[in-house]
């Protein structure tokens, strides 16, 4: 199974941006984690980011019949982008959407996500311990939709 995690704006930042509300792990430290936890469960995994939204929307095609599920964590597009969920739903790849913060209980608007209807499942609020949890909700889920 190959998995690709797609992480948006700003998650580079990781360990620098707004440690009281994600953290000091590094973006660097997260990939790490996330690669020895896909090791361990047997499948492979590729990494994404960019702060760009048709860049993400590029990646998301791409994936289109060489990947069996996206973790995608969008950062600040998950309330804004239409074009992220429309790409989703053209590759029809198993996909989860994930959250470092508990994103219901911050800012009225970070309870919207337009990609949540192109998603299997979501993980917010459990730090980047929920990008290994999607992982294993892809791996559960066989990668079928």
């Known amino acids: 199974m190959k998995i690709l995690v797609i992480n948006g704006p700003n998650l580079n930042m990781l360990g620098i941006r707004e440690p009281g509300i994600y953290g000091s792990e590094t ?3 997260l990939l790490d984690k996330i690669s020895a936890h896909a090791k361990k469960r047997g499948v492979s995994v590729d990494f994404f980011q960019s702060n760009h939204e048709g860049a ?17 964590n969008p950062g600040a597009y998950t309330h804004t982008s239409i074009a ?13 959407e994930v959250h470092i913060s508990d994103v219901s209980k911050r800012e009225a608007f970070r309870s919207v996500s337009y990609i949540r209807d192109a998603c299997i499942g ?3 609020g459990h730090g980047t311990d929920g990008y290994l949890e999607a992982v294993d909700m892809l791996i559960e889920r066989g990668g079928e939709k």
Request: proline residues 3%; negative net charge.
């Open 27 to 29: 973006y660097a430290t």
């Open 56 to 72: 993400l929307v590029d990646r998301i095609q791409e994936a289109f019949g060489s990947t069996d599920g996206i973790v995608i």
């Open 84 to 96: 992220l969920l429309d790409a989703l739903k053209a590759v029809a790849i198993p996909a989860v």
């Open 122 to 124: 979501s993980v917010i």
